[in-house]
């Protein structure tokens, strides 16, 4: 039981920065009803920002420097990527720029910080702590309050302030939102600079217990999406469950069958989900007027 536990509680530390990600796309979603399929490249370029400043200037300096760096990051991504796409109504043009510029990214980090994976040094005491023989690392812990309090801190933002009523209202009628004065291009491009910046905080999180590197973010991108697509593209609730769901099957399944099997699981329920309830698990289905 204990060795079941300690997988479980290392599973939803991973499930988290899965969750924080899915949260990202659906930020994008919600505003515009499109991806930015370069998240995973947004969670690295964060993290590697993160170990070069580090060193320099301390955590407490570092990590306002990496979010404002993912702000800038992602509103670069929908002024050069997706503005256009949507403009034009294109299906595929926003696609295919996300994805052409997630790869540009990768490629200029592997210019700059090289192809090695680098340790990123813990802010907090790397001995773990153990609750009823459980051994919990204090940076899982951080994980899991830290992803929390972002999601949180972004649904309180859109509840409580008026530049959140703005993103909610253009999430909920974009052409009804643009006719009572909402800017609602500067609004997409806002959830696309917060989406990004949710990424870079999620690197800077997860970089201390694994590694960083320019080749980390294109499996986390991908489990995030998953993650998005299980619990629902249309529910922050869901992609918590979905994330935790995803983080807790990996690790069980790497410990009682094999670590080259790990993945297989997480695919066969988005497989899963997408057969049985293509809005995820929490989903609502949207009714397309035509």
């Known amino acids: ?14 499930g988290m920065i899965y969750g924080v990600i899915a949260f990202g796309y659906q930020l994008t979603f919600a505003t515009s009803k499109t991806l930015n399929f370069g998240q995973g490249e947004a969670l690295m370029l ?27 990051q992602g509103a670069i991504v929908e002024r050069l990527g997706v503005r256009q796409a949507i403009k034009t109504k294109s299906e595929a043009g926003w696609i295919m720029a996300t994805i052409a510029l997630g790869i540009i990214f990768r490629n200029l980090a592997e210019n700059i910080w090289g192809r090695d994976a680098l340790k990123f040094p813990s802010p907090l005491p790397e001995a773990p702590l153990s609750f009823a023989g459980i051994n919990v690392l204090p940076m899982e812990l951080a994980i899991v309050v830290g992803a929390i309090a972002m999601m949180v801190a972004v649904e309180v933002f859109n509840r409580r302030s008026i530049y959140g009523r703005a993103v909610v209202a253009t999430a909920g009628d974009r052409d009804a ?18 989406s990004s910046l949710a990424a870079a905080f999620a690197g800077v999180l997860i970089a201390p217990v694994t590694l960083t590197g320019a080749t980390m973010g294109g499996v986390l991108g991908l489990k995030g999406f998953a993650v998005a697509i299980i619990g629902g593209l249309s529910s922050g609730f869901g992609v918590v469950v979905g994330g935790l769901i995803l983080g807790i099957t990996e690790n069980l399944t790497g410990f009682y069958l094999s670590t080259g099997y790990k993945d297989v699981p997480g695919l066969l329920l988005l497989l899963l989900v997408l057969s049985l309830k293509p809005s995820g698990l929490f989903g609502k289905a949207a009714i397309k007027k035509v």
């Open 177 to 194: 939102a643009g006719l009572v004065g909402v800017n609602t291009s500067l609004v997409i491009t806002f959830s696309y600079a917060l």
């Open 1 to 14: 039981m204990e060795i079941l536990g300690q997988l479980i509680v290392s599973g939803i530390a991973v």
């Open 46 to 72: 964060g993290s590697l920002v993160g170990w070069s400043l580090v060193a320099v200037t301390g955590y407490l300096l570092m990590l306002p420097i990496v979010l404002a760096f993912g702000l800038l």
